[in-house]
């Protein structure tokens, strides 16, 4: 089936500027005709910047990433089968 472009991920908390920056947010599901298939992960967004983009042809639409704690490590990607 055909397959939509990605969304941009909504605003999150910026990192602690002494920790790795978090990622921009889970990636989209693949077309369902196309199983089998790993998602794209979002890219890494660098340190102290609010928002982390997906990756520019992640099919479908995005996931809304869940807001970080101030001063806590950020956590990465996990990337998933369909």
Known sequence: GPIGPGSPVGP???CSPFLPGGPGG????HDPFIPFIPFIPS???IPGLPIGPLVPFNPGPSIPVSPFMPFSPCKKSIAKLY
């Open 12 to 14: 999150i908390k910026p």
């Open 43 to 45: 890219i890494p967004f």
């Open 26 to 29: 889970p990636s989209s599901p």
